[in-house]
């Protein structure tokens, strides 16, 4: 087990008028390797949920254990925790300071004190993973597209080689090809670099696309922690909550309903495509007199 | 962590004195701050407390957020008390080594400890139920006449409103772009003087970039909504005093009154 959250309760504002209370009783575990997903509405914690995850917000209650010890334990290195479990904040261009890309980006490792071949070794590596020519390399942050000072800011924390990468919806503000390139490019470093990682975001589809475990936030409490498959079958209670499953899941279901036997388990476009075809072919074996 | 300065923020619940016209808080506030500062005895500041007590009591927020206030200036506070306690002359009621005490410091060093403290609640009062648009509408309504002798009022208004507007959005960029930093390794707290400057550079830099497109964003939605300064601009809700607001100036009359009355005594 990497990661693994015991009753982690967190309040803002505690003793104040504004006190509310963002984590209510969480559990959870997380194994090494894994590519998870954490979706809920607006306001459900996900964000505080992974903030504790690297040790930037302290729960009001529980605990959390990161490769069996302890993190709240009294000199705990909380920077070597950082170190391994690497934060990228919603909008994480908002960040960005140097005079040119390739600075920045050494930022996190020089933190880490690593030797200066090292450190820029790390920062070539992360910006080329993240898809960022070496021609833009001195060029200021500033001077950047949307989705390109999004990649920069990535690969600022991809360069301190964490175990555990986290995202904080990622995708947010970006036009679909902005999305998938850097999806594509997470998943890829996801499955070449064997790291695990944690998404947040909002769309049901991203998630459904490449996640292995979805995990549902609801007004600060777990409402589900299954595979996509097993989340989406939920599908009623999801809208309850202010979110939806993947459209693929709507129509298997209402296939179902109305005439062909498909298996409604299907979270991707492909996977259905797969699904209908067969129900298709078996419908026509049994009824012999179909054109 | 920087979201818990409390300092002058609003307390959102109902009470009478939320409800007041900020106008009249603001003349209240003016007439209880200079009220302090006219005590000569201790009855005057009797009074005082009776209506500072009164009106806290009033207001329903907890006592704590008013004693908030004034943390922030209690280094001050004991300066003050300190010199007074020490260089003031007068009769001698305590001589150590260099060190003497005498009958005025000792009266003068309360009473300024008394005055300051009130002070800062009397006017934490006022922040503390009034919203900032609030405040400053008023403060715009009372400052009309100047705008006569060509005080751009209006102007200093609007800049106070955005001003007040902006300190909550900049507190919590501050901190999630600390967070962000924190997060890739920096450190803000160790060091000595020059290492601690230097590590504030990731903060500072994204922090004016971000101010900057903020007040970018707001110019360009005020003139999309054809924004051209106060001539002529009606409000939505304007100031308009009610029963209530005659009653807490007839209140703050009888408490000057009574002030001068006591001070004669
Ligand atoms: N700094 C803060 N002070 C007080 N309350 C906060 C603070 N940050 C978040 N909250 C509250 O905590 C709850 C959870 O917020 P959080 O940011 O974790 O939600 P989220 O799931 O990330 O939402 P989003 O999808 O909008 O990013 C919300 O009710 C929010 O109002
Ligand atoms: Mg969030």
Not at chain 2, 45 to 64: C, D, Q
Not at chain 2, 128 to 141: A, C, M, R, S, W
Not at chain 2, 148 to 153: A, C, E, I, M
Not at chain 2, 233 to 240: A, E, S
Request: with cysteine.
């Amino acid at each position: 087990m990497l990661i693994s959250v015991k009753n982690v309760n967190y309040v803002y504002g505690s003793g104040t008028a504004y006190e509310t209370q963002a984590l209510k009783d969480i559990n959870l575990e997380i194994d090494q390797g894994e590519f998870i997903g954490i979706i809920g509405h607006t306001g459900s914690g996900k964000s505080t949920l992974i903030q504790h995850l690297n040790g930037l917000m302290k729960a009001t209650s529980g605990t959390i254990f990161f490769d069996g010890k302890d993190i709240y334990e009294k000199g705990y290195s909380m920077k070597q925790l950082r170190s391994k479990v690497g934060l990228v904040f919603q909008y994480p261009e908002h960040q960005l300071f140097e005079t040119d890309i390739f600075r920045d980006v050494c930022f996190g490792p020089k933190n880490l004190g690593l030797p200066k071949e090292e450190v820029e070794r790390r920062a070539k590596d992360a910006l080329r993973e993240v898809g960022i020519d070496e021609k833009l390399f001195d060029q200021s942050p500033f001077d950047l597209s949307g989705g390109q000072k999004r990649r920069v800011a990535i690969a600022g924390v991809l360069a301190m080689e964490p175990q555990v990468l986290i995202l904080d919806e990622p995708t947010a503000g970006l036009d679909p090809k902005g999305r998938n390139e850097i999806l594509e490019q997470i998943s890829m470093l996801h499955r070449e670099k064997k790291i695990t990682v944690i998404l947040v975001s909002h769309s049901m589809e991203d998630v459904a696309k490449y996640v292995d475990r979805i995990i549902v936030m609801n007004q600060g409490e777990l409402m589900y922690n299954d595979a996509p498959r097993e989340v989406f079958r939920h599908y009623k209670e999801l809208e309850k909550v202010g979110l939806a499953a993947p459209q693929v899941t709507y129509i298997m279901n209402r296939l179902k309903e109305k005439c062909l036997a498909v298996n409604t388990d299907a979270t991707t476009i492909e996977e259905a495509k797969e699904e209908i075809l067969k129900a298709l072919k078996q419908r026509s074996i049994h009824l012999p007199g179909n054109r | 962590m920087i979201r818990d300065i409390t300092l002058g923020q609003y307390y959102p619940i109902d009470s009478v004195i939320h409800r007041l016209d900020p106008r009249v808080k603001l003349v209240s506030t003016l007439i209880f701050v200079i009220s302090l500062f006219m005590f000569k005895n201790f009855s005057g500041y009797i009074a005082a407390t009776l209506f500072l007590f009164g009106i806290i009591k009033l207001s329903k927020v907890p006592f704590r957020y008013m004693v908030k206030g004034l943390k922030a200036v209690l280094i001050l506070l004991m300066i003050t008390v300190v010199f007074n306690l020490f260089l003031t002359p007068g009769k001698p009621i305590f001589e150590f080594w260099i060190v003497t005490i005498t009958d005025e410091g000792l009266k003068t060093a309360g009473f300024m400890a008394i005055r300051l403290t009130y002070l800062i609640i009397g006017s934490s009062i006022m922040t503390l139920t009034t919203t900032p648009n609030n405040l400053t509408d008023g403060l715009e309504d009372l400052m009309r006449p100047l705008s006569k002798v060509r005080v751009p009022v209006h102007e200093i208004a609007m800049m106070m409103s955005i001003a007040l507007r902006f300190i909550p959005i900049l507190l919590e960029e501050t901190d999630k772009i600390m967070k962000a930093q924190i997060a890739r390794g920096a450190d803000f707290e160790s060091g000595n003087i020059v290492q601690k400057a230097k590590s504030l550079v990731p903060l500072l830099v994204p922090l004016f970039v971000s101010a900057f497109r903020r007040a970018n964003d707001l110019a360009m939605a005020m003139e999309a909504r054809c924004y051209r300064g106060g001539e002529g601009r009606t409000k939505m809700k304007p100031l308009i005093y009610q029963a209530n607001d005659y009653r807490a100036y007839a209140l703050n009359a009888a408490y000057l009154i009574a002030v001068i009355v006591i001070q004669r005594l």
